[in-house]
Every structure is written in structure tokens, then in C-alpha cells.
């Protein structure tokens, strides 16, 4: 299943390839009309890219990434299911929706950015003589998403969600937590510094452990609002009952496997209890 940060990569990069052939055909059909081409690139140059780029989705793509940012929220207050965290949650509710103002923004002047570049590229391909075939090819290599993109939108979610635990149990030190909600112990693309983690909590803090210890460096290489670090998909979770109970179960289940540990990361209850 896909996670809310690389649905938006998908719909980005979708996004940006269709601006990209509207854009072109725009320009086909004024060069057709005979007009100037220095006319015709301060034409261009008038025209409000990123608007139209948020016109053409941009917006509706990026609210629907900004609301599963409330989704984990919902997910925290699921696994809480206590007033008093619910109390914290509210206080702190003003800091998260700073939070998500920031990567909102990171993530509208990186799009703006993109549509800049692709109208320069077309105003300068005029300018200086360039073909059609030859400034559409410019504009084939101006991209919205890129590795880097890629990178900062998915810590950006990922640390938002560790963001929300943190404010909600900030004044309660005796809470417990257990490190999960990422990939199995065994897939080979875990990293080495999560997969350590994951075994050491399951033979020796199977019922979680404070933030104190977290933060004193318990488990080497992980920080309790990072992670491992970029694109890092594990996050601290509050050690509930029903998420202790999973955990024994798993552990019971690699004890008959010592080939295999299970997955180890903490979901929600189905309504028959597993």
C-alpha cells in the first residue's frame, strides 16, 4: 500500500508532464499565428505559470497530502484513546499547524520554482531562434520532482508524525513507546540502523521504553522526532495495551522461527482483536 508522501510524488510527477504538453501545444498554436518571436516571448513571459499549474491540480493534489498529515493524528488518538493525551494534543495543536505551514510552503515555492523555470525556457528558446522541437526538448528537462524532492516530501511527513506523538506526551515522561509503523525486519531494504533497533526491542523492550531513553541514545542511531534520518519511515508509537499484547505475539511467533523475525511494526486492531 502505497503512503499518502508517494502518492503525491505520483501525482506530481503526472501533473508536471501534462503542464509540460499543454504548455507546448500552447506555444505550437501562437507560433502558428505568425506572430513576432520576440513578441511572441513577451507574450509568454506575461503569462502566470504556477498559477495555471495550481489551477491544473497543483492545489487539490496538495490538500489532499495536507489532510493525511490530520489522518495520523487520528491514528495517534486511536492508539491513545485517553482524554489527557487528547488535552496535550489540543495545547500544541497551534505548534503542528506551524509545522504544516512550513512544508506547505517548501513545497509550493519548489513548484513555483518549476514553473518558472519551464517559462524561461521557452521564452529564452525564443529569443534566441531555437525550434519548437528544440525548446520542447528544453522543457523535458526541467522536472517538479527529483530525488531530492522526493526526500524532503516523504521526511517531511514522516517527521510530522513523530512531530504529533512528541507535543502529545511532552509533560508525561512515564509514557512508554514502541518504535514501529515502517517495514519488517526482514525486508532486505530496511536499513541496518532501524533493522538493530527493531531486534533489540523485541529481545529486550517489548513493552516500550521512555523518551528519556530514547533520547539518551538507548537505541543507537534513531532520534525520536527524525528517526533514522531521512526517508526514514519508523516512527515511536505510544506502547498501549493492544500494541504491547502484537508485540508479545510477534515475538512468540520469531521464537519458532529463529530464521524469521516477524513483522514488527504497530497497526491498529481489526475488530476481531488480532
Same mark, same amino acid.
Given at each position: 500500500?502505497?503512503t499518502?508522501?508517494?502518492?503525491?510524488?505520483?501525482?506530481?510527477?503526472?501533473l508536471?508532464?501534462?503542464?509540460?504538453?499543454?504548455?507546448?501545444?500552447?506555444l505550437?498554436?501562437?507560433?502558428?499565428?505568425?506572430?513576432?518571436?520576440?513578441?511572441? =516571448?513577451q507574450?509568454? =513571459?506575461?503569462?502566470?505559470?504556477?498559477?495555471e499549474?495550481?489551477?491544473?491540480?497543483?492545489?487539490?493534489h496538495?490538500?489532499?497530502?495536507?489532510?493525511?498529515?490530520?489522518?495520523? #493524528?487520528?491514528l495517534? +488518538?486511536?492508539?491513545?484513546?485517553?482524554? %489527557?493525551?487528547?488535552?496535550?494534543?489540543a495545547?500544541n495543536?497551534?505548534?503542528?499547524? #506551524?509545522?504544516?505551514h512550513?512544508?506547505?510552503?517548501?513545497?509550493? %515555492?519548489? *513548484?513555483?520554482?518549476?514553473?518558472?523555470n519551464?517559462?524561461?525556457?521557452i521564452?529564452? %528558446?525564443?529569443?534566441?531562434?531555437?525550434?519548437n522541437?528544440?525548446?520542447?526538448k528544453? +522543457?523535458?528537462?526541467?522536472?517538479l520532482?527529483?530525488?531530492?524532492?522526493?526526500?524532503?516530501?516523504?521526511? =517531511?511527513?514522516?517527521?510530522?508524525?513523530?512531530?504529533?506523538?512528541s507535543a502529545?506526551?511532552?509533560?508525561?515522561?512515564?509514557?512508554?513507546?514502541?518504535?514501529g509503523?515502517?517495514?519488517?525486519?526482514?525486508?532486505?531494504?530496511?536499513?541496518?540502523i532501524?533493522?538493530?533497533?527493531?531486534?533489540?526491542?523485541?529481545?529486550?523492550?517489548?513493552e %516500550?521504553?521512555?523518551?528519556k531513553?530514547?533520547?539518551?541514545?538507548?537505541?543507537?542511531? #534513531?532520534?525520536?522526532?527524525?528517526?533514522?534520518?531521512?526517508n526514514?519511515?519508523?516512527?515511536?508509537?505510544? *506502547?498501549?495495551e493492544?500494541?504491547i499484547?502484537?508485540?508479545?505475539?510477534? +515475538?512468540?511467533?520469531?521464537?519458532?522461527d529463529?530464521?524469521?523475525?516477524?513483522?514488527?511494526? #504497530?497497526?491498529?486492531?481489526?475488530t476481531?482483536?488480532?
Amino acid at each position: 500500500m502505497q503512503t499518502p508522501d508517494q502518492i503525491l510524488i505520483q501525482q506530481l510527477q503526472a501533473l508536471a508532464d501534462e503542464f509540460k504538453k499543454k504548455s507546448a501545444s500552447v506555444l505550437d498554436n501562437l507560433v502558428n499565428q505568425s506572430i513576432d518571436r520576440v513578441k511572441l =516571448a513577451q507574450l509568454i =513571459a506575461q503569462l502566470d505559470f504556477f498559477k495555471e499549474l495550481q489551477d491544473q491540480g497543483l492545489n487539490l493534489h496538495l490538500a489532499e497530502f495536507f489532510n493525511s498529515y490530520n489522518d495520523q #493524528i487520528k491514528l495517534l +488518538m486511536d492508539m491513545a484513546g485517553a482524554e %489527557g493525551v487528547r488535552s496535550a494534543l489540543a495545547i500544541n495543536g497551534n505548534i503542528l499547524e #506551524i509545522l504544516k505551514h512550513v512544508d506547505a510552503e517548501m513545497l509550493l %515555492g519548489h *513548484a513555483s520554482n518549476f514553473a518558472n523555470n519551464l517559462k524561461r525556457q521557452i521564452v529564452q %528558446g525564443l529569443v534566441t531562434g531555437k525550434t519548437n522541437p528544440e525548446i520542447v526538448k528544453n +522543457m523535458d528537462e526541467v522536472n517538479l520532482t527529483n530525488t531530492q524532492l522526493n526526500t524532503v516530501v516523504s521526511t =517531511a511527513y514522516n517527521d510530522y508524525g513523530r512531530a504529533v506523538v512528541s507535543a502529545t506526551y511532552q509533560d508525561k515522561p512515564e509514557q512508554k513507546f514502541l518504535y514501529g509503523e515502517g517495514r519488517e525486519i526482514d525486508n532486505p531494504h530496511i536499513s541496518e540502523i532501524c533493522r538493530n533497533a527493531l531486534i533489540l526491542q523485541a529481545e529486550k523492550y517489548s513493552e %516500550g521504553v521512555t523518551r528519556k531513553e530514547i533520547d539518551n541514545g538507548l537505541y543507537q542511531g #534513531i532520534d525520536f522526532i527524525h528517526g533514522r534520518g531521512y526517508n526514514c519511515s519508523h516512527s515511536f508509537f505510544p *506502547a498501549t495495551e493492544f500494541a504491547i499484547t502484537l508485540e508479545k505475539r510477534r +515475538m512468540a511467533k520469531a521464537e519458532k522461527d529463529a530464521d524469521k523475525v516477524d513483522y514488527l511494526y #504497530i497497526k491498529k486492531p481489526d475488530t476481531n482483536g488480532n
